[in-house]
C-alpha cells in the first residue's frame, strides 16, 4: 500500500520519493486557498485523495526540469497554475504555464528564485514562516554526512553557476530568514529529520571555492 505523504513542518507536507523523478521528492504547502505544491508527486490514488482532502492544489511549482511528472493530469484533476522558469517552460507544450525570469513573486507567502546550474531553469521556491523555509530541488541537497551543499552529478548542466547561486542566496538571506531547508532529493541522508535545520548557518560555513572544485562523478 503506497505510503502517505508525512508532515515535515506545520501545513508543509512530503510525500514519498517518486520514482519517475528518480526518487524526488515533492511537497504541499497548506494555507488558505493558497496551497502550493512543489514538484510532482508519483500521480496514484492515495496522493490524489491526499491533495484533495487538503483543499486541493492552486499552484504547482517546478524547480528543475527532472521534477517534471504527469503535470498534464496533475494540472486536469487540479486546474492549478504551473509556475517554472522560462528556460525549462518548453518541456510542457500544449500546458497553460505560468513561466517567468529571474525571481516570481506568487502572493505575499511564496517567491520563485531562479538558481542556475543544476539544469538552464533550476529554481527554489521561498516561503517565510517558520523561520524562512526553502525549497530547493536539487539544487542544494543533503550530503552522505547530512549536511547541506550543491552536489555535482553527471547531469549538471553548468557546475560554477551553480556554485554562483549558491553565494546569491547566502546574500539574499540571513539567519534571521532562513531557518530550514527542504531538498528535492537525498532525503534518507537526513537520518529521520524531516528538513534540514540551520539552514543558513550551513549554508554560511560551505567553503564555495573548495566547492567549485567538486569533480563529476564517473
Known sequence: MPKQPRAVLDGIFAFPPNRETLGGTAYLIVENNANLLVDCPAWDETNQQ????????????????????????????????????????????????????????????????????????????????????????????????????????????????????????????SPDTLAYICPGANTGFLRGKRAIENAYQGLSQLDLDACLQQQPPL
Open 50 to 173: 491526499f491533495l484533495q482532502d487538503m483543499g486541493g492544489v492552486r499552484w504547482l511549482f517546478i524547480t528543475h526540469r527532472g521534477a517534471i511528472a504527469k503535470v498534464k493530469d496533475i494540472q486536469l484533476a487540479t486546474q492549478c497554475e504551473i509556475v517554472i522558469q522560462e528556460q525549462i517552460a518548453y518541456l510542457l507544450p500544449g500546458l497553460t504555464v505560468t513561466a517567468f525570469g529571474g525571481d516570481r513573486t506568487l502572493n505575499s507567502l511564496y517567491q520563485g528564485i531562479w538558481t542556475p546550474g543544476h539544469c538552464p531553469g533550476s529554481a527554489c521556491l521561498y516561503y517565510p514562516p517558520h523561520g524562512g523555509v526553502l525549497f530547493s530541488g536539487r539544487h542544494l541537497l543533503p550530503n552522505p554526512q547530512g549536511d547541506r551543499a550543491p552536489l555535482r552529478t553527471k547531469k549538471t548542466f553548468h557546475w560554477p553557476r551553480q556554485i554562483r547561486s549558491t553565494a546569491a542566496l547566502l546574500e539574499r538571506f
